[in-house]
């Protein structure tokens, strides 16, 4: 609901690359989106996310669920695909050259 309205009051999307380049959703593109608009993560951030990331990524769902491009994914790493940073802490998003 807040992102709808700030979108109404800057008269713009504020995430515009959201899909792939065939039109599908993609989680990537939307975090490097996110990315270029605010900047990068806080390094504690991307710390936490990867200590936590094992414990929680491939942890098979109740049921399986349909991806954005149509197979159908057990785990949130098949339906999100990821990890996003290396060990390092890098990100590993290609964020959008511009902002409209």
Partial sequence: MTLQLLE???????????KSQNGVYNAQ??????IALLGPPPQDLIH?????EKYWRDVPWERL???????????AREY?????????GMSKVQTPPTRP
């Fill in 29 to 34: 593109a939307q975090f490097a989106d996110i």
């Fill in 8 to 18: 109404l009051l800057e008269d713009k999307e504020l995430f515009v690359h959201l």
């Fill in 48 to 52: 936490r996310h990867i200590d936590q």
């Fill in 80 to 88: 999100y695909g990821g990890p996003f940073f290396d060990s390092n």
């Fill in 65 to 75: 669920f349909p991806s954005p491009g149509g197979t159908w994914c057990k785990t």
